[in-house]
T-cell receptor
Framework: QQPVQSPQAVILREGEDAVINCSSS?????VHWYRQKHGEAPVFLMI?????EQKGHEKISASFNEKKQQSSLYLTASQLSYSGTYFC??????????FGQGTILTVHP | GAVVSQHPSWVICKSGTSVKIECRSL??????MFWYRQFPKQSLMLMAT?????????EQGVEKDKFLINHASLTLSTLTVTSAHPEDSSFYIC?????????????FGSGTRLTVV
């Protein structure tokens, strides 16, 4: 079953923050986050492997609440290059990855 | 880093013909690759899991006789869309687990845009 993402779309001005949420009705072995620009392949952002885990790279971070089967992606001080569609992916122990429906992020100058 | 090369980038074919899409892991071996299909403004839908040396595992609702997957070597998986029809027009993407380890997620090919006319 597909993870559910919210919101469906976000519009920001440069420098603003955003949070994208991902929840699953099935137990997740791992949570992946990817960003896809129009016409291109998804690009890996980060993976969370354990409940309670939090990770960050530069101004993008994520957390995984295993009890609630929820993950959130935090984008701080957004840049124009952050625009794109963000997908969370729920991973199984044998490697299968099922993506959420995506969140369209648009950053304006 | 892990690189997955996918060819062709785009293809236009006539209805009823077959199209083969290749997915290669360039600097690592991938015993498992995944094939996705993405319609405009929609999510990536997993079609099948390609396993080196064995039969692919197809997701529910995906016709295995229509979407033939072959994973004959540790670096190459192919998807053949047989007897393509306009409704098969889509963006097809392959992926493989980054061989550097679990913390690196999955690497995607650049995708193939298939248009059936």
């Amino acid at each position: 079953q597909q993870p559910v993402q919210s919101p469906q779309a976000v519009i920001l001005r440069e420098g603003e923050d955003a949070v994208i949420n991902c929840s699953s009705s099935k137990a997740l072995y791992s949570v992946h986050w990817y960003r896809q620009k129009h016409g291109e392949a998804p690009v890996f952002l980060m993976i969370l492997l354990k409940g309670g885990e939090q990770k960050g790279h530069e101004k993008i971070s994520a957390s995984f609440n295993e009890k609630k089967q929820q993950s959130s992606l935090y984008l701080t001080a957004s840049q124009l290059s952050y625009s794109g569609t963000y997908f969370c992916g729920g991973g199984t122990s044998y490697g299968k990855l099922t993506f959420g429906q995506g969140t369209i992020l648009t950053v304006h100058p | 880093g892990a690189v997955v090369s996918q060819h062709p980038s785009w293809v236009i074919c006539k209805s009823g013909t077959s199209v083969k899409i290749e997915c290669r892991s360039l600097d690592f071996q991938a015993t498992t690759m995944f094939w996705y299909r993405q319609f405009p403004k929609q999510s990536l839908m997993l079609m099948a899991t390609s396993n080196e040396g064995s039969k692919a595992t197809y997701e529910q609702g995906v016709e295995k006789d229509k979407f033939l997957i072959n994973h004959a070597s540790l670096t190459l998986s192919t998807l053949t869309v047989t007897s393509a029809h306009p409704e098969d027009s889509s963006f097809y993407i392959c992926s493989a687990r980054d061989s550097r380890g679990r913390n690196y997620g999955y690497t995607f090919g650049s995708g193939t845009r298939l248009t059936v006319v």
